[in-house]
């Protein structure tokens, strides 16, 4: 071999090959999903393998909870509100029905306090932008806001929950 031989097989040699990148990052997302694979399966599989439902609580003694609630919940429906919106609002008004979820020894109560319910459903409903009743999270807001206020007009007690069963604007 010559001289030029030498160094160009010395060279070559001396230089390491390079891999691609692209190899090295399909490597790297392969191993990525593997290993979300593998944290999946310890997550949600491992656990259940084995274990034993240890609830103490006897099916006819979640029944009778059941009842026992359930017979305790009454509802006071107050007639449907007609509201007017303001003046650069789409819509003319609102019309809304709500019901008042107590418990039958507050029955008597929250049904002698429907005047009051009424009146301060209306003037919050006032105070609203149409923009507000329009939004994805309008009517959560809305039901929360007439619950604080339900709340504090009678009582915890009295006022356990607010459901609205109608609601238009036109």
């Known amino acids: ?11 070559d040699e001396a230089e390491p090959k390079k ?9 790297g997302i392969c191993g990525a999903i593997g290993l979300g694979a593998v944290a999946a399966i310890t997550a949600f ?3 259940t393998v084995g274990q034993k439902c240890s609830a ?4 006819s003694a ?3 909870a059941k009842k026992s609630v ?9 007639k449907p509100l007609v509201v007017t919106l303001g003046p650069n609002a789409r819509a003319d008004f609102l019309k809304i029905s709500i ?3 107590t418990s039958s020894k507050n029955f008597d109560t929250a049904t002698k306090l429907q005047p009051r319910f009424r009146d301060v459903i209306n003037t919050y409903l006032r105070s609203v932008e149409e923009s507000d009743l329009v939004e ?26 607010v459901l609205i069963t109608d609601f238009v604007l036109k």
């Open 136 to 161: 994805p999270k309008g009517m959560t807001r809305l039901r929360s806001q007439l619950l604080r206020r339900l709340q504090v007009t009678a009582s915890r007690e009295v006022v356990s929950d």
């Open 62 to 64: 979640s029944e009778d």
């Open 56 to 59: 103490d609580v006897t099916a």
């Open 45 to 47: 599989v491992m656990p």
């Open 70 to 78: 359930n017979e305790d919940i009454v509802f006071v429906n107050l």
């Open 19 to 27: 891999s691609s990148p692209i190899k090295a990052i399909i490597a």
């Open 99 to 101: 019901s008042i979820e």
């Open 1 to 11: 071999m010559s001289d030029e031989e030498d160094k160009d097989v010395a060279a």
